[in-house]
T-cell receptor, first 114, second 114 residues
Framework: NAGVMQNPRHLVRRRGQEARLRCSPM?????VYWYRQLPEEGLKFMVY????????ESGMPKERFSAEFPKEGPSILRIQQVVRGDSAAYFC????????????FGPGTRLTVL | QKEVEQDPGPLSVPEGAIVSLNCTYS??????FMWYRQYSRKGPELLMY????GNKEDGRFTAQVDKSSKYISLFIRDSQPSDSATYLC??????????????FGSGTRLQVQP
């Protein structure tokens, strides 16, 4: 039973480029969450999605960041015009519909902005 | 003031010791409490999950919640070098509030010396 999958594991971008991070939830999980972990800091919630719906985006920066979870395919976190401050580990988590306080995390994508 | 406070450590103990890890929180709406273990450059792994006050035991791990003091603990018995990791507490309000975002402590780094 595969866990949460994220790719790429490492991503290097230059300032001004776009970053696309992908997340495939665990089998049977319909809820996806994105968190960001800055160096020496804890995880911070960004966005909570169900299929084709953004449920809570209260942690998303107002500009340059967007997320989607289409009917088919993985969830995507998109960062446009990246800046050095976007360098962080981005983690995706998923949960089953009936136990959505139990969130299982993927291995993360480490974004480095040069 | 952070919503969840956690001593960053590092906490260094000899193999076989009993480890006590703690978090305090300020938001009385929190009802679900989790402990995650995170190895270096890996994703967080869900260890324990408790609802409201009381104790929960799973093998060498015991989670305790004292809502009157807004204080949660994780005890590790017979600690092993393989327990060396960063331990993150996380919490979230009642399901019916619609919020699913986990609020994390900054993590305590544990080192178990052989």
């Amino acid at each position: 039973n595969a866990g949460v999958m994220q790719n790429p594991r490492h991503l290097v971008r230059r300032r001004g480029q776009e970053a696309r991070l992908r997340c495939s939830p665990m089998k049977g999980h319909s809820h996806v969450y994105w968190y960001r972990q800055l160096p020496e800091e804890g995880l911070k919630f960004m966005v909570y999605l169900q299929k084709e719906n953004i449920i809570d985006e209260s942690g998303m920066p107002k500009e340059r960041f967007s997320a989607e979870f289409p009917k088919e395919g993985p969830s995507i976190l998109r960062i446009q015009q990246v800046v050095r401050g976007d360098s962080a580990a981005y983690f995706c988590a998923s949960s089953p519909k009936d136990r959505n306080n139990e969130q299982f995390f993927g291995p993360g994508t480490r974004l480095t902005v040069l | 003031q952070k919503e969840v406070e956690q001593d960053p450590g590092p906490l260094s103990v000899p193999e076989g010791a009993i480890v006590s890890l703690n978090c305090t929180y300020s938001n009385s709406a929190f009802q679900y409490f989790m402990w995650y273990r995170q190895y270096s450059r890996k994703g967080p792994e869900l260890l324990m999950y408790t609802y409201s006050s009381g104790n929960k035991e799973d093998g060498r791990f015991t989670a305790q919640v004292d809502k009157s003091s807004k204080y949660i603990s994780l005890f590790i018995r017979d600690s092993q070098p393989s327990d060396s990791a960063t331990y993150l507490c996380a919490m979230t309000p009642l399901k019916d509030t619609g919020r699913r975002a986990l609020t994390f402590g900054s993590g305590t780094r544990l080192q178990v010396q052989p």
